[in-house]
């Protein structure tokens, strides 16, 4: 079970290693005016993105969801947990959008906007983290 746990941990970081990176590259990617540049933001998102981000989610999921039915964890804090990891799905989901409104050059938001939604991850990860660890009365 530890093993799992560590997988579980491990992938997490992978995982937000690019939600908290990727977004970054779109504050630079939008203030950035020369095709050169956006060109190579374009191979550096497309990398994070598909080559990093979405297998630790994939897999962030898969051990957490073994630990939850293999170990017949229970308890509202991982209910909790969960609907934040559904907020966590969808914002990944979206930074995906975002690629490819960038790889067309059809991005419709400025840096300003960018740096706002870089923020969410961090109190995800925050919350998600109170949770597992505290694992309060909910
Ligand atoms: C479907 C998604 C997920 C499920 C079902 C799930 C389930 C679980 C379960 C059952 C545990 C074991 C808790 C314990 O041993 O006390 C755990 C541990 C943990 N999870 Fe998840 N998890 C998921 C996604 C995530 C995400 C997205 C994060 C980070 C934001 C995360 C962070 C952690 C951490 C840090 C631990 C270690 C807690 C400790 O050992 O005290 N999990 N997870």
Known sequence: MLWIKSLHIIFM????????????????????????????FKIMERKLYYGIMTPGAVLTIFFGTWLWLGYGYSGNWLYAKLVLVVVLISYHYYCGKFVAAFKTDSNRYGHIFYRWFNELPVLILFAVVFLVVIKPDL
């Open 13 to 40: 970081v992978t995982w937000f290693a690019g939600l908290f990176y990727l977004p970054r590259l779109f504050v630079y990617h939008a203030m950035c005016e020369d095709i050169q540049g956006k060109e190579r």
